[in-house]
């Protein structure tokens, strides 16, 4: 079994900047993709961004694309999202999540463990 908590969530005015983190306890996830998606209230759960089990390849939701970063440290089993330019748009639930493969996921099938959520509000 995984373990994934996510932190890093809270308020933020438009234009602001956070960065989450996921954490993996229990199995290793060094050698899986992991990924983030978002659900705003109402909405469906959409995919946000996800990376490689080496963390040399990674992709983005079009909405997304150069304001956020995912990144990972596997000597940690750890993972991040670096939020800039955040919009009201961006106010969601973000999960975490691991891949059941190595490669970076893009779809909710290419996922098996996925964390509790962290809410991230974005102020206009």
């Known amino acids: 079994q995984v373990q994934l908590v996510e932190s890093g969530g809270g308020l933020v005015q438009a234009g602001g900047s956070l960065r989450l983190s996921c954490a993996a306890s229990?199995?290793?996830?060094?050698?899986?993709?992991m990924g983030w998606f978002r659900q705003a209230p109402g909405k469906e759960r959409e995919f946000v961004a996800a990376?490689?089990?080496?963390?040399?390849?990674?992709n983005y939701a079009d909405s997304v694309k150069g304001r956020f970063t995912i990144s990972r440290a596997n000597a940690k089993n750890q993972m991040y999202l670096q939020m800039n330019s955040l919009k009201p748009e961006d106010t969601a639930v973000y999960y975490c999540?691991?891949?059941?493969?190595?490669?970076?996921?893009?779809?909710?099938?290419?996922?098996?463990?996925w964390g509790q959520g962290t809410q991230v509000t974005v102020s206009s």
């Open positions: 999540a691991r891949t059941r493969f190595g490669r970076a996921g893009i779809v909710d099938r290419d996922f098996d463990y």
């Open positions: 229990g199995r290793t996830v060094s050698n899986y993709g």
């Open positions: 990376i490689n089990w080496s963390g040399d390849s990674t």
